[in-house]
């Protein structure tokens, strides 16, 4: 009978013992709970005498610290200032530049269209086989011969400013090449000729000069004429 009762008092005391750890630990888990929330809650200043209000030094915060205390009420957005409707925002300024920047006049002046050379080139005309073949030459140098028409060459890098000499050497080729014996009708006749452009189609006025040979003549001929190139 002892040994039962000295087995439950033993049980009941470790129990008891059990029952004290929990709710002594429990009590420190709350008190620390509680430290911490109160430690950690932001401290708002008020103009002194506010009812309930304590100082710093009941709180035990220096004086020197009480800005960081406030840091949360400091940082909150300032709300912007409103703009009056029809009134302009002020703008930045840059320094270093000029508040009214023009662009700059182009000072170059456009350059004036250059004007095309003059042409100058030797056209044949008249009928075929007419008994003469005509070479010229351009201060001097051979160009080419004529014995038909529709036949153009350019020689304006033969030409310059100036006093010009164009050579006709007209050889007659015989009887042979020449359909239209003794008639003065048909004729074979090189031109020069000058203008914008080198072209069969050309005025009057823009022929500097002009040699016939005709189906009449027999003999060969030479003959020299100037112009004034530009």
Same mark, same amino acid.
């Given at each position: 009978? @002892?040994?039962k009762?000295?087995? =439950?008092?033993?049980?009941?005391?470790?129990?008891?013992?059990?029952?004290?750890? $929990?709710?002594?630990?429990?009590?420190? $888990?709350?008190?620390?709970?509680?430290?911490?929330?109160? =430690?950690?809650?932001?401290?708002?200043?008020?103009?002194?005498?506010?009812?309930?209000?304590?100082?710093?030094?009941? $709180?035990?915060?220096?004086?020197?610290k009480?800005?960081?205390?406030?840091?949360?009420?400091?940082?909150?957005?300032?709300?912007?200032?409103? %703009?009056?409707?029809g009134?302009k925002a002020?703008?930045a300024?840059?320094?270093?530049?000029?508040?009214?920047?023009?662009?700059?006049?182009?000072?170059?002046?456009?350059?004036?269209?250059?004007?095309?050379?003059?042409?100058?080139?030797?056209?044949?005309?008249?009928?075929?086989?007419?008994?003469?073949?005509?070479?010229?030459? &351009?201060?001097?140098?051979? &160009?080419?011969?004529?014995?038909?028409?529709?036949?153009?060459?350019? %020689?304006?890098?033969?030409?310059?400013?100036?006093?010009?000499? &164009?050579?006709?050497?007209?050889?007659?080729?015989?009887?042979?090449?020449?359909?239209?014996?003794?008639?003065?009708?048909?004729? %074979?006749?090189?031109?020069?000729?000058?203008?914008?452009?080198?072209?069969?189609?050309?005025?009057?006025?823009?022929?500097?000069m002009?040699y @016939?040979?005709?189906?009449?003549?027999?003999?060969?001929?030479?003959?020299?004429?100037?112009?004034?190139?530009?």
């Open positions: 009978m @002892s040994d009762i000295t087995g =439950k008092t033993v049980l009941g005391a470790i129990t008891d013992f059990i029952i004290l750890v $929990l709710v002594v630990g429990g009590a420190g $888990l709350g008190g620390y709970f509680v430290g911490i929330n109160q =430690k950690l809650a932001p401290i708002q200043l008020v103009p002194p005498g506010t009812a309930g209000a304590k100082t710093l030094k009941e $709180l035990g915060i220096e004086p020197g009480a800005d960081a205390a406030n840091t949360s009420a400091a940082s909150k957005p300032q709300p912007a200032t409103p %703009v009056e409707s009134a002020p703008t300024k840059v320094e270093g530049k000029a508040d009214d920047q023009k662009p700059q006049e182009s000072t170059a002046q456009s350059e004036p269209k250059k004007q095309e050379k003059t042409k100058y080139w030797l056209i044949s005309s008249g009928a075929d086989y007419c008994g003469y073949s005509i070479t010229v030459q &351009v201060n001097g140098t051979p &160009v080419d011969a004529f014995f038909g028409p529709d036949k153009i060459i350019d %020689v304006t890098k033969l030409v310059h400013s100036g006093d010009n000499a &164009v050579k006709f050497e007209a050889k007659a080729l015989g009887e042979q090449y020449n359909k239209h014996t003794g008639d003065p009708g048909y004729s %074979v006749t090189v031109k020069l000729v000058k203008g914008a452009h080198v072209q069969d189609n050309y005025a009057a006025k823009d022929v500097l002009s @016939s040979r005709t189906a009449a003549d027999t003999e060969d001929y030479n003959e020299t004429k100037h112009f004034k190139g530009e």
